[in-house]
């Protein structure tokens, strides 16, 4: 089950909770309390002063907040409801965590990066139902983007924006060209991947003016294989050297930069806006390895 799903309803449930405790168990707990503190001091005034309790201010206090204690029920419902609001909110339009799962966006992004992902950069989305609610800015190609999955819209996906609308893209012979124009590519030290234990060609790729890190292998071959069926697929052209594909309106071409170890659109197709979750732009935490805390292109 979708986890913002899962806290919406736990936010309604403790909040009804927490609402009923305000308008009605608790005005019932303090006439309680009221209550026994009246029947306390009526008991002091009858034995007389003589045998009055000497901590009778202690007495007081210690039924006052047996009084006013929370059940137990409403203890892990109603005190847990700000909690849960606030992580809400905060998940659904500020800020939300993920753990990179694959080596797709390997060198950017490694197995284990635990990082923060920007909800309302590209305009608000109202959480469960992923209505828009207000405009934002545009996507830009070279951000890197979390979105959920077109083929499984429970799955959630991180690649690097490539096209935009309206764009033609062609990736062929392991080479990046955007409506007509090859994508500058400066050769870098080869990358040792440890993932599978052997090195990759790195270049730098100019995407254009947003500059990141791919990997290239020249084992693979250049076509893509296993293509599957999906919305605009008359969109895009195979060949033995690669695809050229003109991205509809109001959808994304996307990319892994590990270039030949990824399944992206050039295997499932565009990403419609509807589906952009946020910008990633943080590492906040790898557990093996510290120094990957940070941003990153």
Known sequence: MDFALILFVLVILTGIAWIADKLVFLPRRRRAAEAAIAEFDRQQARIGERFADENAPQTRARLRDEKLRQPWWLEYTASFFPVILVVFLVRSFVVEP?????????????????????????????????????????????????????????VDYIKRVIGLPGDTIAYENKHLTINGKPVAETPLADYFDEERIGYAKQFEEDLPGRKHAILNNPAVPPFVIGAEDYPYRDNCSYNSEGVVC????????????????????????????????????????NFSNLKRIGTFN
């Open 98 to 154: 993920f753990k990179i799962p694959s080596g797709s966006m390997v060198p950017t992004l490694l197995v284990g990066d635990f990082i923060l992902v920007n909800k309302f950069e590209y305009g608000l989305r109202l959480p469960i139902v992923n209505t828009k609610i207000t405009h934002g800015s545009p996507l830009q190609r070279g951000d890197v983007v979390v979105f959920r999955y077109p083929k499984d819209e429970s």
């Open 246 to 285: 003109k991205v509809p309106a109001g959808h994304y071409f996307m990319m892994g930069d590990n270039r030949d170890n990824s399944a992206d659109s050039r295997y499932w197709g565009f990403v419609p806006d509807r589906n952009i979750v946020g910008r990633a732009f943080f590492v906040w935490m």
